[in-house]
């Protein structure tokens, strides 16, 4: 069973940026795509960018398009999420999560695998 750990999470001001980094263990990340959530107290998971396992399709949530970036390295198996242009409506949990297929969807329900999340917190 594959396990994830998120980290990279953390304070920052307005207009900053943060790197998170997914770090899968205990099994074969082969194959998985792979996709960002997150979720603000109150608030559904909200999609926020995924990644296929080729690396030939990348898509995101409409409210991070141009400034968050989601990348992925097989070798080592861990998927990044790049951070940029931060606003404070930007503060929640981060999560990540792998999912069998060959194309990353925007459902939670679709996910398999999830992390524990890490916490992101912008501040005005």
């Known amino acids: 069973q594959v396990q994830l750990v998120e980290s990279g999470g953390g304070l920052v001001q307005a207009g900053g940026s943060l790197r998170l980094s997914c770090a899968a263990s205990g099994g074969t990340f082969s194959g998985y795509s792979m996709g960002w959530f997150r979720q603000a107290p109150g608030k559904e998971r909200e999609f926020v960018a995924g990644?296929?396992?080729?690396?030939?399709?990348?898509n995101y949530g409409d409210s991070v398009k141009g400034r968050f970036t989601i990348s992925r390295e097989n070798a080592k198996n861990t998927v990044f999420l790049q951070m940029n242009s931060l606003k404070p409506e930007d503060t929640a949990v981060y999560y990540c999560?792998?999912?069998?297929?060959?194309?990353?969807?925007?459902?939670?329900?679709?996910?398999?695998?999830w992390g524990q999340g890490t916490q992101v917190t912008v501040s005005s």
């Open positions: 999560a792998a999912r069998g297929g060959v194309h990353p969807v925007a459902a939670p329900g679709s996910y398999d695998v």
């Open positions: 990644i296929s396992w080729s690396v030939r399709s990348a």
